[in-house]
């Protein structure tokens, strides 16, 4: 979960995101959410990631993305 792989595709995947959408932190979410787990986050999530996004940086919250148990096993 935490290996240097995961922390390197992180970050990647944050960069790509910034790419595509800007520097927005709602805007970052919702593409990483869509990337990630193929859909929209809920307005609960927003809420929950943009703290996140705003004091650790979209990397850690792509982290916890692709470490989620909706990321790893296909419902």
Same mark, same amino acid.
């Given at each position: /979960? %935490?290996? =240097? /792989?995961?922390i390197d595709q992180s970050?990647? $995947?944050a960069q790509? !995101? =910034? %790419?595509? !959408?800007g520097s927005d932190p709602k805007a970052c979410i919702e593409a990483a959410y869509q990337r990630?787990?193929? =859909?929209m986050p809920t307005v609960q999530e927003i *809420? *929950?990631? $943009?703290?996140i996004v705003s004091e650790l940086? $979209? *990397?850690v919250l792509c982290r916890a993305l692709l470490n989620? %148990? *909706?990321? $790893? /096993? /296909?419902?």
């Open positions: /979960f %935490n290996s =240097r /792989f995961t970050a990647a $995947l790509s !995101v =910034r %790419n595509q !959408v990630c787990l193929i =859909r *809420e *929950e990631s $943009l703290p940086g $979209l *990397e989620c %148990n *909706e990321f $790893l /096993f /296909f419902p």
